[in-house]
Each structure stands twice: as C-alpha cells, then as structure tokens.
C-alpha cells in the first residue's frame, strides 16, 4: 500500500518535527472551528453596528415618518404571509412526493425521481423569479379573478384582482416550488429509516399500505416532519429573489390577489443598490430583525433535530 | 379457510372470500377515460381550456375512484387508494413547474444564444440600438462580463471557504472527541446554514462599509458574502465523508507509528477525496446562483472587469435580474429580455453541469469499501 510506505517516512524521521506538525495541524483546525462562531458573531455585530443610526434617529427622518417600529412591523408581516403561503401549499405537497419516493415509486425509478426533486432545489433563485414573472403570474389571473368573483367577501380574496397577477398569492407559490425540495428530500430520508420491521409487522396484520404509512412511517417520522417543515420556513422567510421579480409592492393590505404588500428581503434588494445614508443604516437594521427571525426558527428546527436524534438512536 | 379449497374454475357461482369483493381490472381506466370525460364538459360550461379540463378531471378522478373503490372492496381498501391517487397527483404537482421553467428558458433563452451574448459586455449598448433591433440575431450586447464576474467571484469564495470548511470537517470528526465545542461548532454550523442569503450580503457590505467606508462595493465584498453561505455547504458534506472514513484505517495508520497530522493528510483525507471534492462542487453550484448578495455587494458594471479587488462587478444571476427589471431600453424591453432569458440558459446549464460533474466525481473516484 502506497499509503503505508509514505507513512512510515516520518517514524524514521526526527519526532520533534513531527509533534511541531501535529500540534499545527490541531491549532489549525480548531481555529477554523472557531471562525465559525467568529463569523455568525460578526454578522450579528456588524449589521447591529451599521443599524445603530437608524434606532437613534428621530422618528419623523426614517422611511413613513412614524419611527423603525412602524416602518418594519408591515414588513415581517409581508414576510410571514409569504412564508405562511408557501408553506401551506409545500408541505403536504412536499410530504406526499417524499411518500411517494420512499414507499409508493417502483424501486427501479425512485432514486432517479429524487433527482429530478433535486434539479428543482438546482435551479437558481433569478430564474424562478423570472419564471414566476412571465409564466405563472398571468396564467393564474383567471384563477385570481374567479376567487374575487366568488370568494371576494374573505378578506383575503377580496377584489378586483390584479391583472398582471403580480401578487402576494403568486409569490408564496413561487416560494412554495422553491422549498418543496427541501421538505421533500429531508422526510424522504426519515421515511427511509423506518425500522422495517414495523412495517412489515403493520402489513402481516393486515393493514393497507396507508395504514401501514398512518400506524409505522408517519409516528416514526413526526419530529424530522416537523423540523424539515421549520428549515423550509426559515428558507422562505429568508428568499429575496422569488419575491423581488414577482411581486409588485405597495403598501400593506388584506387582500393576497392584489398588487401591495412587500417583505423584507425583497425591500432590501430593491432599495439597497440606491439607498444612502440614513437610508443604508435603515434597510441594515430590516436585515438584522430578518436575520433575527431566521435565527429563532432555525434553532428551533435543529433544537427539534437534535432533540429525536437522542431519543431515536438512528446514530 | 374451507373455502380456498375450491378449486378454480369448478364452481364459478360461488366466489372465494379471499377473492370476493375485488375491484375488476378494468375499473381504473374506465374511472380515468370518464373523469376525462366529465372534467371537459364541466369545464366546457365555464369556458373551456386545458388548464381546468386537467383541474376537474382530476378531482373528478380524486373523487369518484376511492368513493367507487370504497363501495365495491370496504371503507380502507377505499381510503388506501384515495391516498395513493393523493400522492401520484402531488407528485405530478411537484413535476409540473420543473419542466415549465426548464421549457420556459430552454424557449426563451436559444433565440438569444448568439456569438454577441458569449463574447461581448453591455458596454457602450444604448437603448437606441435595442430599438433598431428587429430580429433576435440583431440585439448586440452580451453577457460576456457577467461571465467573468460569475467566475472570479465564485474562484475567491472558493478559495476562501474550502481551505475553512475543510479545517473545521476535520477538527469535528477528528479532534473535537465529541466534546462541548464539536457539539456547538456543530450546531452554529446548522444555523448558519439558514442565515438568508441577503443578510450574508449586508454583513459583507456592511463590514467593508465599516472598514473602508461606505459603499464600497467590489467583486471581493460579494466572494466573503458567498464564502458564509458556501462554508456550513462545505463543512456538511465534508463531515459526513469524513465520518464514513473507516475507523480501521486510522487505527492501522497509528499502529504504524505515524502522527495523527500525517493519517490525517496520507489516509483519511486521500480515502474520502471523492466526496469531499463533489461536495465542494455542490457548494459552488449551490452560491453560483446567487443573486440577492451580489446585488448588495458587487454593483452593476457594463464593462469587463477581470479585478476583484476594485470596480464593480456583475454576475450572471445579476445581469439577469437587472436586465428584466431596469430594460436597456425602457420603451423596447425584448432585447434585454432576450438577453436575460439566454444568460439564464447559460446560468442553469452551468449549475447542471456541475450537479453533474458533482455526481460523476462522487462515482468515478469513489474509495473501494470491499468487505465493509
């Protein structure tokens, strides 16, 4: 084996040489360990810098003249919609295809689908945007204009609808393609480990493949469910392009189906590139309470994750 | 039991009750060719198109399959099949916006791929000259700078994720012995994963704000804004290649008196070379695609810039979004659409060629693990 005969070279060799490497080595990777904690520190420390000005200005100099609060509060709403949207059509969706990869595909052709759900998590987020804008936007202006007909007396449907289609509605789904692969290809994994023997202990007595899947995979997957659903979320809420190119904004309203409404990524991309000044320090501020949220629901989706793997023993 | 011992064929009047209640073969199809059927009249009385043919036909099918399944085998066997029809259908759903984006750039963007787009820059490209353009081969302006912006900023993220990355794979799976610091490293590592891209993008540009005042934007801010989406991308997959790395041959390596900086190096690193270098390919194709942190970091340049350290820069991801959204010219859009929609076709044949190549290498160099 060649690689024993390079080993043996350093035994042969002076050992103080060899300690000195070692010890190198060590303090190399450790600190490459701990720029990690150094990085995720600055990020949080540079924005909190720049953002100062924006929370020590008078209230009548930031954007909508009522103060940071005023300004950001439509904002995260904007962007929890979205994220709400994309969710409520990626999830059982996402838990369905996984299904379907791991229990209902023909073994010859389910690794290839999970391949084809990975090409979509592949595509940049540009092109969804751009796909959204020109494809999907007018194709659902029927649909929209048949809810605001019909259903326009919910809040949330209420007419007339847009007629580019350049909606909130529009952009949560846009949002919601953009995460399915993420739900889908962390629960295809858990529902791969079920013990087989469940399984087949649900088959023997009797059950339909549902069953099986309601009585065996499901329980047993709860918990990765749950917190592949929570990464998507903090991936939707964090999404800039999706939105930027689909939606056109406005000031908040109740209504999906109309133009109006804005989330923070997107406002920080559209107003980053001109923005100066006050301003600057006012769109870094929107970026820390973005990264703020996405901090809080992603710890809870590996807090979720690392809670199972103790209980599982799946390690 | 007694009655599996008829046997079949003798006395056809008087069915096995393992047999008795079956669905006949043919009644899937028939429920298929009648939802196909109804959905178009249904959609017919609202005004027809394929769209909502499609949509009644299959909750037609949705409906009437199970409820006539449930009828002839039993509530369950009916609630088994209308699951199964649940997750074809949403695995066609899924389907669905894949092939229309892939159609909807494959159509859009060939018209555009012309030797213009390939080998020149936006420099000098007027508004009036995307007037006078009438035909696709007649739009000049290229995405040529975008190509190398696209480069030189994915080669500094590279450079300076991979060597960190790979550092910290080695320290979790071979020093941190799974102590406190492994164990939170880890964790941070997680998190960081869900850091938004945009924020990595502010924190680039509002450190190099801080450190050489504001608004400082070259291609170098956009690379460390990628190198902290790209590091947890490289750590993730470095690790778990480490960690498949069988134990024996550390053990065999030790055993020969050498140090755990050279087993490190001369075994385990060499063992798990094909996984590490597809993983790293995946992270490039994963930041490749960035657009909101370059839009933050870079600026936007018309000409060639081959310098990350000064200038601005733009990026294929870049170039798309600003040619959708700021036209070159306002009053004639289709020439930059068109210039968009072929930088998307070279932006996605870039990112599957390197999930590709990603495979190919993880395939081709793969450690020979006979025996374990």
Known sequence: ??????????????????????????????????????????????????????????????????????????????????????????????????????????????????????????????????????????????????????????????????????????????????????????????????????????????????????????????????????????????????????????????SLIKSGNQTIAAEIALNFPEAYGLRLSELIAAGLVLFLITLVVNMIARAIIARYKEFSGAN | ????????????????????????????????????????????????NIATWAIFAALVFLIVGPLLIGAIEGSRAGSDSLMTFLVYTAFILAVIPLISVIYTVLANGIPGLTSNLLLTSMNGVTGAQDNFAEAPGDVVGGAYHAIVGTVSITFWATLMSVPIGLLTAIYLVEYSNNGWLGKAITFFVDVMTGVPSIVAGLFAAALFGMIFGPSTR??????????????????????????IVPNELREASYALGVRKWRTILKVVIPTAISGIASGVTLAIARVIGETAPLLVTAGFATAINWNSFSGWMTTLPTYIYYQIMTPTSPTNPDPSLQRAWAAALILIAIVMLLNLLARLIAKAFAPKTAGR
């Not at chain 1, 202006?141 to 007396?153: D, I, K, S, T």
């Open chain 2, 1 to 48: 039991m007694s009655t599996t011992t008829t046997k079949p064929g003798t006395s056809p009047v008087r069915e096995s009750r393992l047999t008795r209640g079956q669905r006949p073969k043919w009644l899937i199809p028939v429920i298929g060719v009648g939802a196909i059927v109804v959905g178009a009249a249904i959609s017919a009385l609202i005004g027809f």
């Open chain 2, 218 to 243: 070259t291609g170098f801010v956009a690379a460390v804004a990628l190198t902290v989406l790209m590091i947890p991308t490289v750590v993730k997959n470095t690790e778990e290649m480490l960690r």
């Open chain 1, 1 to 254: 084996m060649s690689t024993t005969a390079s080993a043996q070279k350093p035994g042969t060799k002076n050992s103080a040489a060899g300690r000195a490497g070692d010890s190198i080595f060590s303090g190399l990777s450790l600190a490459a360990g701990i720029l990690i904690f150094a990085v995720l520190a600055a990020v949080a420390l540079f924005l909190l810098l720049q953002a100062l000005p924006t929370f020590a200005a008078p209230a009548d100099e930031i954007t909508g003249g009522e103060g940071f609060f005023s300004y950001i509060w439509p904002l995260v709403l904007g962007t929890l919609i979205a994220a709400i949207i994309a969710l409520l059509i990626a999830t059982p969706i996402g838990i369905l295809v996984a299904l379907y990869i791991s229990h209902y595909a023909p073994a010859r052709i389910s690794k290839s689908v999970g391949y084809v759900i990975d090409l979509l998590a592949a595509i940049p987020s540009v092109i969804y945007g751009a796909w959204g804008a020109t494809v999907l936007a007018p194709a659902l202006v029927p649909f929209y204009n048949w809810l605001a007909e019909n259903l326009g007396f919910i809040p949330i449907f209420a007419g007339p609808a847009s007629q580019t289609g350049k909606t909130m509605m529009t952009a949560g789904v846009v949002l919601a393609i953009m995460i399915l692969p993420i739900i889908t290809s962390m629960s295809r994994e858990i529902f791969t480990q079920t013990p087989k023997l469940h399984e087949e202990a649900a088959l023997a007595l009797g059950a339909t493949r549902w069953e099986m899947i309601r009585m065996s995979v499901l329980p047993f997957a709860r918990p990765g469910i749950i917190s592949s659903v929570m990464l998507a979320l903090g991936r939707a809420l964090g999404e800039t392009m999706a939105v930027a190119l689909v939606l056109s904004s406005g000031p908040m309203i109740a």
